[in-house]
């Protein structure tokens, strides 16, 4: 029998408190979702004044992250036309999503999660991402 | 110009807690979502051990209650073979949701959000929902 | 080589006029929208304060009476379980909508295009729709 | 409680007879949508000879000038294989649309809604939708 490790509820909301802070440090209105290892959802927020379409986007960076195994930005740079990966944005319903702002939480080296955050450029979804987990590891120190 | 009145993520969170409390005193784990006057989604948690079916229902819950202005209960009454509403729950992508436990959230006269709750029976969802909304205007007051 | 009438832009906003003086005569804010006899949209408006999902059911009720040639009233009583034409209301991308408020233009004996109104009650949607024929075939005397 | 700004119908009207008037000055039929502040529709029209394909665009073009909060041209220059953004036009269950002709329209700083035009050019789309929007300040003052 497999055993797997999971985030927590109570995890996914430091996860979640950790981006919200970023967010607001940065000025930038953020949603932020938390999957857990098989993508499907376990927290969300979208601050005041973020964009509509960041819902969607966020939910699906984080369960393209944690489903495929792998930060959202690296598919971003290989699924280029030209390159063998090209085309994978529009698998699974689309909801495979190669816009950087999706990374997956490691406990150890098992993924136990995701963030995904969408609201401002790539780059700045990135960073709140990375700074989300980053909280999230000082907390569980 | 039309004015609107929405729901804070400030506000969507104390309505989170309230149907996280009432759940857990429950002891029923309940996915919950929160939506804004259109629909759209805020915040949401799933709490731990509660069935993955229920963030997708949970979220339409919340969409069609704050959407379609009106308690999912009521559209479960109104839907049935025989009556002129019958067909509903497959308009709107499918996301139209007549099962019990999505229910506006009004200011004054004006619905400014809804929850929307899976997890249990649709009894327990209506429920835990209603106990949000009662747990968030005592927290207004 | 087949002749086809069709209602032009300039007749649809006759029909959705015709439907918003109705609509705000019985203060029911409703969405209508206006299709060609193939069941594509000509023209739509939704009042201030209707429901965000009768977007879809009005669209979807126009759809489907200028498609199926048929009011979407009738297909509700023959739509019902035990009934041969059950489940018809899922086919089409599910936009084929059972629920009354979609009623087809007539020149003479062809179908040039249709009403659905969604926002209130079926008999309702029902009563706007068919004033806004009314309207219409007043001013086209 | 948040506080939000909403086109509302009869202004939308007027966002689409600006449209209309610069489409017909041009020659070129179009479709044109115009919606909230979050993306839903309010008002639509289709003229004469229009092409079928350009319903779907349109509405799309408005849903993401507003729900993105930001002209969908942006997005065509942005989104791009080998930049960061590339692959956002098949979020948001393909609704994400990055051909320019959607355009946000504010009251002040905030977006209150949007245009989205298609039937000509990508350029052509931009003109009418920039006219609309032109001719609607016009009214305002």
Redesign the interface.
């Known amino acids: 029998m497999l055993e797997i490790k999971r985030l ?2 109570k995890e ?2 430091i996860l979640l408190e950790g981006a919200e802070l970023k967010a607001a440090e940065m000025k930038v209105p953020m949603c932020t979702a938390i999957a857990d290892e098989t993508g ?9 004044d973020a ?7 966020a939910i ?1 960076k984080a369960f393209t992250a944690a489903a495929a195994k792998r930060a959202t ?1 690296d598919y ?1 740079e290989i ?3 030209g390159k063998p990966t090209f085309g994978i ?2 698998t699974n319903q ?1 909801r495979f ?4 702002g999706g990374i997956p939480v490691f406990d150890g080296s098992a993924i136990v999660g995701s963030v995904g955050v969408s609201g401002g ?3 700045e979804d990135e960073t709140v991402a990375k700074a989300a987990i980053d909280y999230f590891n000082g907390k569980n120190k």
Do not use: C, E, Q, Y
């Open positions: 927590s509820l996914a909301k499907n959802m376990i927290a969300f927020t979208r601050m005041d964009k509509i379409t960041s819902v969607d986007i699906n930005k971003n699924a280029v036309p944005h529009t689309s999503t190669i816009i950087g450029t790539a780059a």
